[in-house]
């Protein structure tokens, strides 16, 4: 069991909006910053999102994140085949003195 | 351009050592943090432990505390994690990750390498 929480699938449409969520406690997401992470299928994880909404040079802008108290949020909007993907939360945590990561969300389009 | 490459994993019994070992380029190796991170089959992440530019500051999982030591040679270049007292659960593959920061607890993490799979099984 993660001490992140995410839903473990999310699915969308081409060209919809799909949001993806993670929930953490007052120990790691309520004070600390929020990364995302891209795992397409066999390869290994991308960074995708740092300090809860800040894109990476080459993430398109199709993708955005937000942070409020102890839950953030991945959004992709105008969703592609191509976004098929793993995605992880994660963000330090004071009380275990490491970096923890959400369970992950496996986003399938439809 | 970044590369990372793992090396060292393979199969071994449980309570036995393995030795990864990381090969970098690409980058100025001494200006930046190192970690690993595991994943196990058809599981999620797990940060594993990072070291700072200067081996100066370390830090592990509670998972792996006292079992696994992580380590680093600026001047070839090169990340290693010694993995002692092995056990089934540790079976993952082992990515080597480069911080964006010089200190090991800013743990954002970018690029990753292509992992090494470590089986532990008798």
């Known amino acids: 069991q993660s001490v992140l929480t995410q839903p473990p699938s999310a699915s969308g449409t081409p060209g919809q909006r799909v949001t993806m969520s993670c929930s953490g406690s007052s120990s790691n997401i309520g004070s600390n910053t929020v990364n995302w992470y891209q795992q397409l299928p066999g390869t290994a994880p991308k960074l995708l999102i740092f300090?809860?909404?800040l894109r990476p040079s080459g993430v398109p802008d199709r993708f955005s994140g937000s942070k409020s108290g102890t839950s953030a949020s991945l959004a992709i909007s105008g969703l592609q085949s191509d976004d098929e993907a793993d995605y992880y939360c994660a963000a330090w945590d004071g009380s275990l003195n490491g970096l923890i990561f959400g369970g992950g969300t496996k986003l399938l389009v439809l | 351009e970044v590369q990372l490459v793992e090396s060292g994993g393979g199969l071994v019994q449980p309570g036995r050592s393995l030795r990864l070992s990381c090969a970098a380029s690409g980058f100025t190796f001494d200006d930046y943090a190192m970690h690993w991170v595991r994943q196990a089959p058809g599981k999620g992440l797990e940060w594993v432990s990072g070291?700072?530019?200067?081996?100066?500051?370390?830090g592990y999982a509670d998972s792996v505390k006292g079992r696994f030591t992580i380590s680093r040679d600026n001047s070839k270049k090169s990340l290693f994690l010694q993995m002692d007292s092995l056990r089934a659960d540790d079976t993952a593959l082992y990515y080597c990750?480069?911080?964006?920061?010089?200190?090991?607890?800013?743990?954002?993490?970018?690029?990753w390498g292509q992992g090494t799979l470590v089986t532990v099984s008798s």
């Open positions: 070291i700072s530019w200067n081996s100066g500051a370390i």
């Open positions: 300090s809860n909404s």
């Open positions: 990750v480069k911080d964006i920061s010089s200190s090991w607890y800013v743990t954002l993490f970018d690029p």
